[in-house]
């Protein structure tokens, strides 16, 4: 696996575990619609949580969650849309942004709520 990949399951792995410590249930972790992929599906009390979630080793290039261009929004929306479709639950649904920075032995996580919404 290369290492882009490693660096990717850890983020995910932190960004669980956050979910968790603040109270989500984690519903599916990388769940597939054709090609598309949803990181995260959570939910809390009031929401379905659609988070990608971004990891990078350095911010030099700009914060991990400037690179969830609009492109894959839309891929996350029409993944999120097969998903809702099969699921049983009235909540609303988010769309988060799960920002990790790994550096030096240490993480930096950045939960972005309600980061971008749906364009019709």
Known sequence: MAEHNDIGKIGEGLARDYLKKNGYQILEVNWQ????????????????????????TTNY???????????????????A???????????????????????RGRHKIHHIDDAFYPLI
């Open 61 to 79: 290039w700009g914060e991990p969650e400037v690179f969830v261009n609009k492109q894959k929004q839309r891929l996350m929306v029409r993944a």
């Open 81 to 103: 849309n097969a998903y809702l479709e099969q699921s049983d639950s009235d909540k609303e649904v988010r769309f988060d942004i799960i920002a990790v920075l790994l550096a």
């Open 33 to 56: 619609f054709r090609k598309d992929e949803i990181d995260i599906i959570a939910e809390n009390e009031e929401y379905i949580v659609i988070a990608e979630v971004k990891t990078r």
